[in-house]
């Protein structure tokens, strides 16, 4: 099984920052994606194929990575991108996320 | 619009069973694998369970294989998921979502939530 590590588990940033979110993979995977998920709501399709934005996702939003290394950057945060955001892959069985990483608005 | 939308879920004894529903709509269902992730409470995703557009095959983690059952019935664009053996770990919130390339999830239903409790 792929095991997929997030980092940080919880991150704070004030509106107008940055903040990158990782994910590694135990090993190699060939795509990566994401997930938003609110408080008290069901996940979105955030980014998909490691870097192509879903429908309605703003382009502040970004993806990047290979290998076992991935990104999800946001290059200036606003207040709308509070959640706890998802890694997830499916070029190994069985198909796996990351345990998620809360993003608080300061 | 696309919309999947969950029922059955509920209280169950452990040992029990229970039998989730997901009525899809807005697309063409045949068309597309789908497949069931379940989120214990403040805990993060799972999948569960996946099928294909004809239901011929289906895959499961060691988690669930062997008590939990995926089926489709394309006619009335509904996908099932039938639990047996409940544990209390079992506990969760499931949702029914669409795949894309047998890979990433697109939709979400809503989610339906699932307590194993005596």
């Known amino acids: 099984e792929t095991v997929l590590t997030q980092s940080p588990t919880t991150t704070a940033a004030s509106p107008g920052e940055k903040v990158t979110i990782t994910c590694r993979a135990s090993?190699?995977?060939?795509?990566m994606h994401w997930y938003q998920q609110k408080s008290g709501a069901s996940p979105k399709l955030w980014i998909y194929d490691t870097s192509k934005l879903a429908s309605g996702v703003p382009n502040r939003f970004s993806g990047s990575g290979s290998g076992t290394s991935y990104s999800l950057i946001i290059s200036s945060i606003e207040t709308e991108d509070a959640a706890t955001y998802y890694c997830q892959q499916k070029s190994s069985d069985p198909l796996t996320f990351g345990s998620g990483t809360k993003l608080e608005i300061k | 619009e696309v919309q999947l939308v969950e029922s059955g879920g509920g209280l169950v004894q452990p040992g029990r069973s229970l039998k989730l529903s997901c009525a899809a709509s807005g697309f063409t269902f045949s068309n597309y694998y789908m497949a069931w992730v379940r989120q214990a409470p403040k805990k993060g995703l799972e999948w569960v369970a996946t099928?294909?557009?004809?239901?011929?095959?289906?895959y499961y983690p060691d988690s669930v294989k062997g008590r939990f059952t995926i089926s489709r019935d394309n006619a009335k664009s509904s996908l099932y998921l039938q639990m047996n053996s409940l544990k209390s770990e079992d506990t969760a919130t499931y949702y029914c979502?669409?795949?894309?390339?047998?890979?990433?999830?697109?939709?979400w239903g809503q989610g339906v939530m699932v307590t194993v409790s005596s």
């Open positions: 090993s190699s995977v060939s795509y």
């Open positions: 979502a669409r795949l894309v390339h047998r890979d990433y999830f697109d939709y």
């Open positions: 099928i294909s557009t004809s239901g011929s095959r289906t």
